[in-house]
């Protein structure tokens, strides 16, 4: 019995690459479901992401934000009773020849939460600038304080859960920048997070959500979110 995977790309003014990034996922990933969550873009991602015929699109009425598209589709996932459910950015950086291997490590057992990372091993922060890369380093000793674990690429996109994960996900997913929070909570409540290597390619479309003059304020926000969910009662 083939895998129930669902592939969840949140996606904010990406028409300059959401039509590669579905047809490298349809022919990498045939037999897993595709959902798009337009978070209200001004341009044309929804149309584009429609005509290629590959992904359900789901269009957002308001801008939510990383956190509420990723939550609509992490909730699309539970009700529809997905096994694993991955996230997978809209702007061209990951390799869908990747996905597998995260699913692979989340329907075996492997671990609850996989996540794709440019930091695994022996891989540099060639190409990250100097502001990007504190902030990494600075993540990452906060994941070895918090949950006496060293994840070295707290803000990947490219990510697979598990149905435990979903179910407690679906509920708990922080709205603002989650991936580093989401990390400490699941952490926090015994789930098995493991990083692999996974290729990252250069932004080939759109604009980052987080300038380099934001540089500061998120990180310090980020810190604080992160300690806070460290101080929460576990749930599990």
Do not use: W
């Not at 039509?19 to 798009?36: F, G, R």
């Not at 504190?134 to 304080?145: K, M, P, Q």
């Not at 789930?191 to 959500?209: D, P």
Request: neutral net charge; contains cysteine.
């Amino acid at each position: 019995m083939k895998p129930n995977v669902l592939i969840i790309i949140p996606a904010y003014n990406e028409e300059a690459t959401i039509v590669q990034v579905l047809e490298s996922l349809q022919q990498e990933c045939p037999d897993y479901q595709i959902l798009v969550v337009n978070d209200a873009s001004t341009d044309s991602t929804s149309q584009l992401a429609k005509t290629t015929g590959v992904a359900v699109v789901v269009d957002l009425p308001v801008n939510l934000g990383i956190g509420g598209a990723v939550q609509t589709g992490l909730r699309y996932a539970t009700r529809n009773n997905f096994d694993c459910a991955l996230q997978f950015d809209a702007d061209g950086q990951h390799k869908a020849s990747d996905v597998n291997v995260l699913v692979n490590m989340v329907l075996s057992g492997e671990c609850d939460v996989a996540i794709g990372s440019r930091f695994v091993g022996d891989a540099k922060m060639q190409g990250t600038d100097f502001l990007r890369r504190i902030g990494i380093r600075v993540f990452e000793f906060l994941s070895i304080l918090l949950i006496r674990k060293r994840i070295r690429d707290h803000t990947s996109g490219f990510r697979a859960f598990n149905r435990q994960a979903l179910q407690f996900i679906k509920r708990e997913y922080p709205v603002d920048y989650p991936e580093p929070e989401i990390v400490v909570l699941l952490a926090r409540n015994k789930f098995v997070i493991k990083e692999v290597f996974t290729q990252m390619y250069s932004r080939q479309g759109g604009v980052s959500s987080i300038s380099i003059f934001q540089g500061p304020y998120y990180m310090f926000k980020v810190v604080i979110s992160m300690i806070m969910a460290s101080l929460r009662p576990r749930e599990m």
